[in-house]
């Protein structure tokens, strides 16, 4: 029949009754509570904020939140009246979705209290069950739009909660040293002329003070140094937790045989400067995991048929044998075998390939691809854990922690480490011959000023503040060894489908003859009826017919579709279904048009490249290599692109990206890889740096170093070169910082360094490196990524 101007629901943006301005009372409901408080900006926000936000929830999509055993495992707190539970939103993206979600009491009388965290998009719920549940509370979420995303990662794994202790440690550090600071003046400004009585308990103040700096702030540095020793390794930390005893001790001897106020304030500066860069430099971003797996992507549970029954049944307890349910646009979670409807899976994101695969019954279905074509039914041959997706995490070379290089800081470390003992030893064979009285002051006066926390400070604030600069353009790195490695990569790695080019995005050209309007809206008509994402892109690009009326329509699978439509007879499909043959000359995905059994032309489908990737191709002055799960079909505009010398490799496997990586890094490469899916997991995880490349950072992403923003991509020459420039950032601080050590070496291996001095050049020279790595940390940002 002909479709009908049919009003827009002003919520979600479906089709509502005539005259009718919403369809039905919940997003009436909505669109009210968000109008009442002045917040219908929201709808400004994108084309259509509600876009199938108002959702009707599928019976039983959460039934599973009903067992026991799962509510357990997901439930946070709960007593006799109430229940606290976290649920991750990726669907969350402006204030208005804060307040609407914050309000969810309205829609669901049951629920007390929500708390939601914007920058990981968690809202955290408190509700009464006896007045509403679990699964109610879920399916009042999705039918607004705002589904929560509960995936098999869930089960037995609580999430970690953020750590305080270098909080506390830092904040017990502060206290310390600004009371030490305000305490050690009188003597330092005051000379002889202080009261012996009061000068002695200004000491002892100091003293006291400066003992849960020393046995706890300083802990963190303890434990490493400690580490490193053990595997017989000299990191940096040695030679500070070196510093930080001596210091203590030196000054705890002063103070007891009275012979001055030691060097308590030196001591607790250097802790309290030390754990700030740590503090900055360890900092995590929350809203992301660099450590996902399969059981990320996977849902919690999935439909089970039994007999004529349909029940929900928790992943983990799939057995083989089971017939599964898989509902439209639902994943594969189990390898089995199609024994009722037709399948059309996505595996995209499982092998790369970018065009749909056609399964008939009888034919095996594997884990991890979606289906996009009705309900099919399969029967399970292998379990979860043992199906082909979960042995990508199950080889051998991914087992394990990847292998770190030692960092240059710890290199560099180690040689001053030497330089500073070798003038410290230097110093008491000379006072040894000239005056034993001075040994002990000198030695340790050198100890003290040399201690190499000028390079860890310019290491820790400079790794901080590039990171912090990378993530605001929409690079983010698991940590500061990623930043080093990222700046000595020599072979860059890239996938194909769904990196360099965009999943979402597609090009479709006509080839062929002008066609008339009714023929576009026949063709129109005739796309609409057939859920196969070509038939969709089609009619995208035709528009939206006038009128929708089809007899005879029939589908053929994996081939194409026929019918009839303002009188034409249509026919669209491969070359077999319409008898003509390919031209040799195309890339992509080639859909030919018979009208009245004429041929009309061809559809040409294809990926389009992200913006700016061939600039960014050329920018690029190192060996690169593309490895492709799909056809050889974008051979030719990939080759003008990235040149002759590029390595293009395509129908790739898991396996064979893996295996690739390998054999370049037994060459000797230090291998960058950028992927966005699960087949390429394992070569992310093996490559030295492995990035994942995608569209919203909330998305899944397999496990990595690094998280991108697929926008961004473009920017990787510029990212490149400040991870470059962050080393030589380190190397001038603290060569810089130099010309403090060399003054108070002049003090100390005289003995005659004071505390007065001690207290001035330490500070004065961590706050410099501060001010010096953070000015120009900002200024190579601004020029490079500008």
Known sequence: MDTQVQQLCAHCGEPCPQGDRFCCNGCEMVYELLNENG??????????????????????????????????????????????????????????????????????????????????????????????????????????GYEPYISLQDLGKKKPAVSRRLIYQLGVAGFSFGNIMLLSFPEYFSGEHLEAGMSTVFRYLNLALSLPVFFYSAQAFYASAWKGLKHGFLNIDVPIVLAIVVTF???????????????????????????????????????LSFDRDYTAYFPIAVSVINGRQETTKVLPDVKAG?????????????????????????????????????????????????????????????????????????????????????????????YFTWIVLTVAAATAIYWGIYDASKIWPAVTAILIIA????????????????????????????????????????HIVFDKTGTLTSREDTAVEWHGRPLSIPEKDAVSALTGQSQHPASKMIQGFLGQPFSSTVAHFSERAGQGIEGTAHHLHIRLGNSAWTGIPDPAD???????????????????????????????????????????????????????????????????QPDDKLNYILQLQQQGKHVMMIGDGLNDAGALKQSDTGISLTE????????????????????????IRLCKVNKRIILFSFAYSTIYNITGLYFAVQGILSPLTAAILMPSSSISLILITYGMSEWAGKRLLR
């Open 39 to 144: 917040l219908c900006n929201y709808y400004e926000m994108n084309e259509r904020p509600g876009m199938a936000q108002r959702m009707a929830v599928r019976k039983d999509k959460f039934a599973f939140l009903e067992d026991d055993r799962i509510q357990q495992q997901l439930v946070q707190f709960q007593d006799h009246q109430q229940t606290h539970v976290t649920f991750y939103i990726p669907n969350i993206h402006c204030s208005s979705c804060l307040w609407l979600l914050e309000n969810l009491h309205r829609l669901d009388a049951g629920v007390q209290q929500v708390n939601v965290n914007f920058s990981k998009k968690e809202a955290r719920i408190i509700f009464h069950q006896q007045q509403t549940s679990l699964r109610k509370v879920a399916e009042t979420l999705t039918s607004i």
């Open 249 to 287: 001790v030196r000054s705890l001897v002063d103070v007891l045989s009275g012979s001055g106020a030691g060097y308590f304030d030196s001591m607790t500066g250097i802790v309290l400067f030390m754990l700030i860069g740590r503090i900055l430099q360890d900092k995590t971003y929350q809203g």
């Open 322 to 414: 089971d017939t599964l349910l898989i509902h439209h646009q639902e994943l594969v979670p189990a390898d089995g075998i199609l024994v009722k409807g037709k399948a059309l899976i996505d595996y995209s994101f499982v092998t790369g390939e970018s065009e749909p695969v056609m399964k008939n019954m009888g034919e095996l279905v594997y884990a991890g691809g979606r289906q996009l074509e009705g309900n099919i039914e399969i029967l399970t041959i292998r379990e979860v854990a043992q199906s082909y997706l979960t042995s990508l995490w199950n080889r051998d070379e991914l087992k394990g922690d990847k292998q770190q290089k030692a960092s240059f800081i710890h290199l560099l470390g180690q």
């Open 451 to 490: 201690c190499p926390c000028a390079l860890l400070l310019a290491a820790s604030f400079t790794n901080g503040h590039i990171l912090r600069i990378l993530s605001r353009h929409g690079l983010y790195l698991r940590n500061a060894q990623a930043i080093e490695s990222l700046a000595v990569s020599d």
């Open 586 to 652: 195309q890339y992509g995905s080639i859909v030919h048009l018979r009208i009245d059994r004429q041929p009309a032309g061809y559809f040409l489908i294809r990926n389009t490249y992200r913006a700016g990737i061939d600039h960014m191709l050329k920018r690029l002055k190192y060996p690169m290599t593309v490895l492709s799960g799909d056809h050889a079909g974008e051979e030719l505009p990939l080759r003008k692109m990235m040149g002759p010398e590029t390595t293009l490799r395509f129908r790739q």
């Open 696 to 719: 919203n950072s909330n998305n899944f992403t397999p496990a990595s170093d690094g998280i991108m923003e697929a926008a961004q991509l473009r920017k990787l020459p510029a990212f």
